[in-house]
Structures are given as structure tokens and as C-alpha cells.
């Protein structure tokens, strides 16, 4: 997986998606999901550092069946919140 982090004013984004679907746009009617280098590449990490890091986060993106059952396992996000593009799954985190 790849994890990028985002400092930002209201805390900290973090990005994870599957290596594989790096560059790559998926499309399904009005849905879309663009997986830029820019945003999602960062450094290869294990399960472990991902855990870490959003341990840390205030708002995340996950895409890929990896990064997603790393969240879902881990507690971060629930199944029942995530949606499929293309058959791609995305979900959003956000802590208050």
C-alpha cells in the first residue's frame, strides 16, 4: 500500500490506496475516482505503519481492497460505509 500524509489547518489527511491503482481512473455512472500520484503516492508502507498513521489522522481516503480491510479490520471505518466505483472500494474517515 501506499501512504501519503496532507498537514493541513484542521489537522491531518492521510491517503492510502492499494500500489496497484496508482495513475489509474474508475468510473461508474455518476461516481467517479481518480487515484493521482500526486494526492495517494507516497511511501510504500506495511499494514502496521498504516495503522499508525491513522491512528494520527483527522479526515483519511482509502482505496483498494487492502487499504480497506486494513481500516475496516483495524476499526478505523465500518463495511457498512464503504462504496464501490467500478468495483474498486472507497471510503472516507473522518474523527471529530
Known amino acids: 500500500m501506499y501512504i501519503k500524509e496532507h498537514n493541513l489547518d484542521s489537522g491531518l489527511m492521510v491517503a492510502v490506496c ?5 495513475g489509474k481512473r474508475f468510473v461508474d455512472g455518476n461516481l467517479k475516482l481518480k ?5 495517494y503516492k507516497g ?3 506495511t499494514e502496521r505503519e498504516v495503522i499508525a498513521s ?3 489522522a483527522t479526515i ?3 482505496v483498494g481492497k487492502r487499504a ?3 481500516a475496516v479490520d483495524n476499526n478505523f471505518i465500518d463495511d457498512a460505509n464503504v462504496i ?3 468495483g474498486v472500494p472507497h471510503a472516507q474517515m473522518v474523527k471529530f
Open 43 to 45: 511511501d510504500e508502507a
Open 35 to 39: 487515484i493521482t500520484e500526486g494526492f
Open 18 to 22: 492499494d500500489t496497484e491503482l496508482i
Open 68 to 70: 480497506i480491510k486494513c
Open 60 to 62: 483519511a481516503n482509502l
Open 54 to 56: 491513522l491512528k494520527h
Open 84 to 86: 464501490f466505483v467500478d
